[in-house]
């Protein structure tokens, strides 16, 4: 009998407007969650907010020891970069 996978999801939202920045959810496999908002003290872009609030959500998931993840997020841009069916170009 194989042992069952204990997913964590991380759920991120970069949204940028006057009410904050961005905003991250880990859940745990036993529904444990811990919530986190980012704010900016300068203009930024929905995807770069997104990008930042992905990076700390990720360290987040490496603090709490976490081995599987699924990450959610709203941007295509973001997951799409993430799956490698987009590249990124250098200016």
Request: net charge negative; glycine share 6%; hydrophobic share 35%.
């Amino acid at each position: 009998m194989r042992a069952q996978c204990l997913w964590w999801k991380l759920f991120v939202d970069g949204s940028s407007n006057e009410k904050g920045s961005g905003a991250k959810i880990l859940e745990s496999p036993n529904k444990v969650i811990l919530e986190q908002s980012l704010w900016f003290e300068f203009e930024t872009t929905n995807n770069q907010v997104e990008y930042k609030v992905l990076i700390v959500g990720l360290r987040l998931v490496e603090e709490v020891g976490a081995k599987h993840l699924k990450s959610l997020s709203d941007s295509k841009l973001v997951t799409s970069q993430l799956n490698e069916d987009y590249q990124t170009k250098d200016p």
